[in-house]
């Protein structure tokens, strides 16, 4: 089993900043990739970002340049930096992990909300 916990959600204006942490315990050892989706009001869910074990990492084209995921092994955590916020990245942030064998962890997720 694998927990995740998201944290570094909040308020932002257009144009700011964000660096949203998960932290993941529990049989860490066994995860794979790991990644960042987001599901806005009335939307799916949709990919962000994601960080394999191998180290490749791959972005939606709408954050592509503005986002950056990163990965802390010793510290069992998986960043998300966020820079030039807009108003369309206002969503629920998840964090997922995936393991060699394809069964899917998923964070409880944290508020993102961007105001123009």
């Known amino acids: 089993q694998v927990q995740l916990v998201e944290s570094g959600g909040g308020l932002v204006q257009a144009g700011g900043s964000l660096r949203l942490s998960c932290v993941a315990s529990?049989?860490?050892?066994?995860?794979?990739?790991m990644g960042w989706y987001r599901q806005a009001p009335g939307k799916q869910r949709e990919l962000v970002a994601t960080?394999?074990?191998?180290?490749?990492?791959n972005y939606a084209d709408s954050v592509e340049g503005r986002f950056t995921i990163s990965r802390d092994n010793g510290k069992n955590t998986v960043y998300l930096s966020m820079n030039s916020l807009k108003p369309e990245d206002t969503a629920v942030y998840y964090c997922?992990?995936?393991?060699?064998?394809?069964?899917?962890?998923w964070g409880q997720g944290t508020q993102v909300t961007v105001s123009s």
């Open positions: 529990g049989s860490i050892f066994s995860i794979n990739t």
């Open positions: 960080f394999s074990h191998a180290g490749i990492t």
């Open positions: 997922k992990g995936v393991m060699p064998w394809g069964t899917e962890y």
